[in-house]
C-alpha cells in the first residue's frame, strides 16, 4: 500500500536558519505529492505541491522537487520565520477505488526562535 | 466559498454517551474525508465517501464508530458509546476527484474529549 515517512521532530532552529524536512514515499502508482502545514489550533492546509517527476512546488519561500528515482519530496526553505512555527504534514494522493486518497505522514514540528 | 465546516469545535463528554461530529464540505466537492489526529497515531483515515457512498470504511477502529453522508453536502461521524481512548481531533476534509493533484481541503477539527 502506500505510505509516507517523515523526518520526526521536533525541529528547532533560530530565526533566518536553513530548514529542510525529509520526506520519502512509497506507492503503486505515481501519485502527486504534496505538503501541508498545520498552525496551531486549526486544520490542515495546502503548502504547495507536484504532479509528476523533477516538478518543484513552491511557496511562500518553501521548495519542494519531486525526485522519482529517489522516492523522495523535501522540504526546504532558505531562510526560516517565526511565523513558519507549525507542524507540516507530507503527502501523497494516489486513485484508489475512483478516488483519489490522501496519505499522509506523521508530520514534523517546527519551532523558530527569534 | 466558506471552506469545509465542521462542528462542534470542541466538545466534552462523559464516557459511555453519544457523540455525533458534522461536517459539511465545500459545495461541489464529490469525496469527502473523515481523519481522526492523535499525538500517538498521527493522522489516520477513518472511512471517505465518493459521490455520498462510502467506499472505504476499514479505518474505522471499532463498530461503536459509523459516518453516514445522506447528502452531498452533509455527513456525521457518530461514536456510541465513546470511552476515553476516543479522546482526538477529528476532521473532516473534502476534494473534487478527477485529476491527481487535487488537494484536500480540511475543516479546522473537533477537539473530543471524553471523561
Known amino acids: 500500500g502506500n505510505s509516507v515517512t517523515q523526518m520526526e521532530g521536533p525541529v528547532t532552529l533560530s530565526e533566518e536558519a536553513f530548514l529542510t524536512i525529509n520526506c520519502t514515499y512509497t506507492a503503486t502508482g505515481y501519485p502527486s505529492l504534496f505538503w501541508y502545514v498545520q498552525y496551531p489550533g486549526e486544520g490542515l492546509q495546502l503548502l504547495l505541491k507536484a504532479t509528476k517527476a523533477d516538478d518543484k512546488g513552491s511557496n511562500k519561500g518553501f521548495e519542494a522537487t519531486y525526485r522519482k528515482e529517489t522516492t523522495s519530496f523535501h522540504l526546504e526553505k532558505g531562510s526560516v520565520q517565526v511565523s513558519d512555527s507549525a507542524v507540516y504534514f507530507c503527502?501523497?494522493?494516489?486513485?484508489?477505488?475512483?478516488?483519489?486518497?490522501?496519505?499522509f505522514g506523521r508530520g514534523t514540528s517546527l519551532i523558530v526562535h527569534p | 466559498d466558506a471552506g469545509v465546516i465542521q462542528s462542534p469545535r470542541h466538545e466534552v463528554t462523559e464516557m459511555g454517551q453519544e457523540v455525533t461530529l458534522r461536517c459539511k464540505p465545500i459545495s461541489g466537492h464529490n469525496s469527502l474525508f473523515w481523519y481522526r489526529q492523535t499525538m500517538m497515531r498521527g493522522l489516520e483515515l477513518l472511512i471517505y465517501?465518493?459521490?455520498?457512498?462510502?467506499i472505504d470504511d476499514s479505518g474505522m477502529p471499532e463498530d461503536r464508530f459509523s459516518a453516514k453522508m445522506p447528502n452531498a453536502s452533509f455527513s456525521t461521524l457518530k461514536i456510541q458509546p465513546s470511552e476515553p481512548r476516543d479522546s482526538a481531533v477529528y476532521f473532516c476534509a473534502s476534494n473534487l476527484w478527477g485529476g491527481g493533484d487535487t488537494e484536500a481541503f480540511f475543516g479546522q477539527g473537533t477537539r473530543l474529549t471524553v471523561v
Open positions: 465517501f465518493n459521490n455520498n457512498v462510502p
Open positions: 503527502a501523497l494522493s494516489d486513485r484508489a477505488g475512483g478516488s483519489y486518497i490522501p496519505t
